[in-house]
């Protein structure tokens, strides 16, 4: 196990990792111990009572957080003829078919967001074995298999992101960077637990929401206290 430095120690020790703190509180130690010489990312992690081995305990969805992300998404579509000039006109990154195809089978995966139009999908499955570990495959369900690629590039683009969970019953995602305000990161904490919240699954027992933490990307865990979270 790689040791700790002292300004992670120092970090470490600067939060009782096991105190409950109320949202607007552990955001504000997020950002005042995001000390890092980078613009840290805000993450959630969730746990959840469900167990994704089921079929009717799985939580996949997508919501748009309303102060953004603060990252710069890269979106590949395949479209041909007038949606292919709509999805550039969105302002998609690469737009294409069987040579955007040919691109992605040679290793050129310089993208965050893959979307196409419906007609498009023979040509997209031959991709499942690239784009499926790395969570890239278009589906109907999230929004990216449409005839609406427009519409689609500047959900990508403007703060729309997709979570699964894992097989632990966790689900991870993004809130934003540590230079965005208490305010836009405590909406963006709300849209994303909301949306967990509505996507509940029928299997799921007992408990739904167990426990929720915040972190930046170098800073300690906080852990929330998921009484004081109203949506759940």
Not at 30 to 48: R, W, Y
Not at 177 to 198: G, H, Q, T, W
């Amino acid at each position: 196990m790689a040791k700790l430095t002292k300004k992670a120690k120092a970090l470490a020790a600067a939060v009782d990792r096991e105190k409950l703190h109320g949202v607007d509180e552990a955001l504000g130690l997020i950002k005042t111990h995001a000390t890092a010489k980078f613009d840290e990312s805000v993450e959630i992690a969730i746990n959840l009572g469900v167990d994704p081995r089921h079929a009717d305990q799985m939580v996949r969805g997508v919501v748009t957080l309303p102060a953004g992300t603060g990252k710069d998404v890269r979106v590949a579509v395949f479209a041909r003829g007038d949606k292919a000039e709509a999805a550039t006109a969105a302002g998609a990154d690469v737009v294409g078919a069987e040579d955007l195809l040919e691109s992605i089978q040679a290793g050129n995966i310089d993208f965050q967001r893959v979307i196409a139009t419906p007609d498009m999908m023979g040509l997209v499955g031959r991709l499942g074995k690239v784009l499926g570990p790395k969570g890239l495959m278009p589906n109907p369900k999230l929004g990216t298999v449409t005839p609406n690629v427009a519409e689609a590039v500047k959900a990508a683009k403007g703060g729309q992101i997709e979570f699964r969970v894992e097989k632990a019953g966790i689900i991870h995602a993004g809130l934003g960077k540590a230079s965005f305000s208490a305010e836009d990161l405590r909406k963006n904490f709300d849209a994303f637990v909301d949306a967990i919240v509505k996507a509940k699954p029928s299997g799921s027992k007992g408990k739904y929401v167990r426990k929720i933490a915040l972190s930046s990307s170098m800073g300690p865990g906080v852990k929330v206290d998921v009484a004081e979270v109203a949506s759940v």
